[in-house]
């Protein structure tokens, strides 16, 4: 499928899916977030690890499209549009591979709830990171008011959001929205070599790992912790479970099929 406002590239099992709209900093239209939606979509078994980053030297994702949004006039449009972004953003954090958001530049408004969606964010240096909205009289509306919450708490994420100021990539490492802070050149470099480690072990305790922590996280942890028993039960009889033990004892690397 080609794509206008994207890229899906595919080396090994990593794909790097760029939003790739220089001329509005990667701002996210309808047109963009349907390319968004069709490329994770498109994802096959192959790909283990998703690195998600932005076009040009300047920008992640400066938000969503402005320039759109402004003309929508309806209620309905707006619940449209904002169901749009929040369909794409569940899809991606639905996927069962971990995703990583390589945070090259601005990512404001709905470039951080992007951000925000995926597992964790590496950020180059010079990225600013913020939830602008209420300055142009909305409030993040792809699910930033309840993911920028559940990472850095009710009081930082009402703090960014009521003053739609910008944090830059140290401030952002500081509040634990951002994992690391790399150099503009090395960020992209890095986020394929913590991809390399990933892929070294099982994908099916992996993806089990990743279900039992989103779905654990809102609930109490007497139930939480039932999630990890049955998803630590449920890996044994795998093949990955039978060769990383086997693997282990007979002091080899293990050779794992996800199965
Ligand atoms: N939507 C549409 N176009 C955008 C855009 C956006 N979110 N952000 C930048 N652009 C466009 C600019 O209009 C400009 O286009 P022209 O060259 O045609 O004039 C081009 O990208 C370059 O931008 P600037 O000239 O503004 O670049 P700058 O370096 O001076 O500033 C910036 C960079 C601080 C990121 C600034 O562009 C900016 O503030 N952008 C908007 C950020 C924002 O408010 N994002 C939130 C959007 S609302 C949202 O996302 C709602 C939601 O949750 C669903």
């Known amino acids: 499928m080609t794509y206008e406002n994207i890229r899906l590239e595919h080396d090994g099992a990593v794909a790097t899916l760029t939003i790739d709209r220089p001329k509005a900093l990667n701002a996210l239209n309808n047109k963009t977030l349907q390319e968004f939606e069709a490329a994770v979509k498109s994802l096959g078994a192959d790909t283990r690890v998703l690195i998600v980053t932005g076009g040009g030297e300047k920008a992640f994702v ?7 949004m402004s003309s ?9 549009f904002a169901e749009l ?8 954090e639905s996927l069962a591979i971990p995703t990583i958001a390589a945070v090259n530049g601005f990512a404001l408004g709905g470039g951080c709830e ?19 909205e209420v300055g142009l009289g909305v409030i993040p509306g792809f699910g930033g008011t309840q993911r920028l919450t559940r990472i850095v708490g009710r009081a930082r994420a009402k ?7 910008r944090i830059d990539a140290a401030k952002a490492k500081e509040i ?7 150099p503009a050149a090395e960020l992209l470099a890095h986020c394929r070599s913590v991809a390399a480690k990933m892929l070294k072990n099982s994908p099916l305790a992996i993806s089990t790992a990743k279900r039992v ?26 093949e990955d479970q039978r060769e990383g ?11 794992f099929t996800g199965k």
Not at 62 to 68: F, K, L, S, V, Y
Request: net charge negative.
């Open 213 to 238: 922590i989103e779905q654990g996280a809102d609930k109490d942890l007497g139930e939480a912790n039932t999630l990890e028993r049955q998803g630590f039960a449920e890996l044994f009889g795998s």
């Open 159 to 165: 703090e960014l959001i009521f003053t739609g100021g």
């Open 245 to 255: 033990m086997k693997a282990f004892l007979e002091k080899r690397p293990a050779v």
């Open 176 to 182: 634990g929205l951002v994992l690391e802070v790399l």
């Open 114 to 132: 992007l951000a925000l969606a995926c597992d964790f964010i590496y950020a180059s240096e010079k990225a600013q990171l913020g939830l602008p």
């Open 72 to 80: 929508i006039a309806e209620h309905p449009e707006a619940q449209k």
């Open 62 to 68: 400066a938000g969503a499209d402005i320039a759109e």
């Open 85 to 92: 972004g929040h369909r794409a953003f569940a899809l991606l």
